[in-house]
């Protein structure tokens, strides 16, 4: 547990009472969290180059998550940043954007799968992805696996050509850079580091997770 910092509070505008609790999601690896409502979320790039994905269960109805297409009817755009609110499948809203250091991050593509390893890049055998960690750290919370779809790709840039086609580029976000997000109900959130290289200019990083605390929140455990 640390104290608030303060630089990141005044990009975030979280206030002097929170308590922040840091996490370290190993390279390739994932975590979640129970964050109550009116806790922060703040996901930081400590080295640069990483991308990873993030996605968020309604805490009380847990087969109810993240929705990356009632984000965009709702938000009228396919890009998250400063003021977009994430939206659940039943419409409820789960978290804002509230400080956003690098601006683009995909929320079109599905979690990188053992399936998509096989298909798009011919691994054979397992493969480190996004949807094994996501489900699994999730699991620890009884998440149903059926609950997780999409999953924001934080720091991650792709782009839509005029005909449609889909592509993705190297991420842009540099040694320090992070997201803050506000939550606005009880949720559960889990929290990969993506191990495709070709999001994270060729290699995997750590990602750095805090949660923001107020009040009685504080000393409830975060934990399953
Ligand atoms: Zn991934």
Not at 69 to 77: L, T
Not at 138 to 161: C, D, H, R, W
Request: aromatic share 6%.
């Amino acid at each position: 547990m640390c104290d608030v910092d303060a630089s990141r509070a005044a990009s975030g505008d979280v206030g002097s009472s929170v308590t922040w609790v840091e996490h370290t999601v190993s390279a390739a690896s994932g975590m979640a969290w129970r964050v109550p409502t009116g806790g922060f979320l703040r996901i930081t790039d400590v080295e640069g180059g990483q991308t990873g994905d993030l996605f968020l269960v309604d805490a009380v109805d847990r087969s109810d998550g993240l929705s990356n297409g009632r984000s965009f009817d709702y938000n009228s755009s396919v890009l998250m940043s400063v003021g977009s609110k994430l939206y659940s499948s039943r419409s409820n809203v789960l978290a804002t954007i509230i400080s956003d250091d690098v601006g683009r991050h995909d929320f079109l593509y599905t979690p990188c799968s053992q399936e998509m390893y096989e298909i798009q890049h011919g691994a054979i055998g397992p493969h480190p992805n996004c949807y094994d960690n996501l489900t699994t750290a999730l699991a620890g919370y009884s998440v149903p696996a059926s609950t997780v779809t999409v999953a924001l790709n934080v720091f991650m840039v792709a782009s839509i050509a005029d005909d449609g086609g889909l592509v993705v580029h190297p991420t842009r976000s540099i040694k320090g850079d992070s997201i803050v997000l506000r939550v606005e109900r009880d949720v559960l959130a889990a929290v990969t580091s993506c191990p495709a290289a070709g999001c994270n200019r060729g290699a995997t990083r750590p990602l750095l997770v805090s949660i923001g605390l107020t009040g009685p929140d504080v000393d409830r455990p975060s934990g399953p």
